[in-house]
């Protein structure tokens, strides 16, 4: 399994970005999962359904199966927030995991970048920055691509991410 992630601020287009990359390496014959970091307290499940009702009695893991997906949700409750690596572990076997957030762990990624957002470059401070997708040149000069060039990103990804110990 090979593993690369989009960092960047919030705003940055990183998740836009992979709602297009993905059927893009799909459709090079790629099987994807993606990791996503949330910075604020979320929730999949839905008040008044059973599962929620499960989790909120109490139980540690709720696990909802369907003939269409199933889903895992494990209550953290004082435990702490689990790291990138452990994330992983929990993924079935695939081609590529594309992470969106956790800019901080040390994997290889692709700032996204929007200069209207006046943020600092991530790429000065993070070494495992490889490339960067933005509407702005950067300043180190690293291979770059558009916001809007899908085929572009694919070929950063294909190019840099690397092999994850699966």
């Known amino acids: 399994m090979r593993l690369i992630g989009l960092a960047g601020w919030s705003g940055a287009g990183k998740t836009t970005l992979l709602a297009k990359l993905i059927p893009c390496l799909i459709g090079q014959g790629l099987r ?4 996503k970091h949330a910075h604020h307290r979320f929730d999949v499940d839905q008040p008044g359904k059973d599962s929620w009702l499960h989790r909120q009695a109490g139980a540690a893991q709720v696990l909802v199966a369907s003939s269409q997906r199933w889903a895992l949700m494990t209550e953290l409750r004082d435990a ?23 800019k901080r762990d040390a994997h290889p990624k692709i700032e996204v970048h929007r200069d209207a957002n006046q943020k600092p470059w991530l790429h000065p401070e993070d070494p495992m920055i490889r490339a960067v997708v933005a509407d702005a040149p ?29």
Not at 32 to 35: D, E, L, N, Q
Not at 80 to 102: K, M, R, W
């Open 32 to 35: 994807v999962s993606t990791v």
């Open 80 to 102: 702490p927030e689990p790291t990138l690596e452990a994330l992983l572990a929990q993924l079935a076997p695939v081609d590529l995991v594309l992470v969106e957030g956790f």
């Open 138 to 166: 950067n300043p180190a000069g690293l291979p770059q691509a558009g916001l809007e060039e899908i085929e572009a990103v694919a070929g950063f990804v294909q190019r840099y991410a690397a092999p994850w110990r699966s």
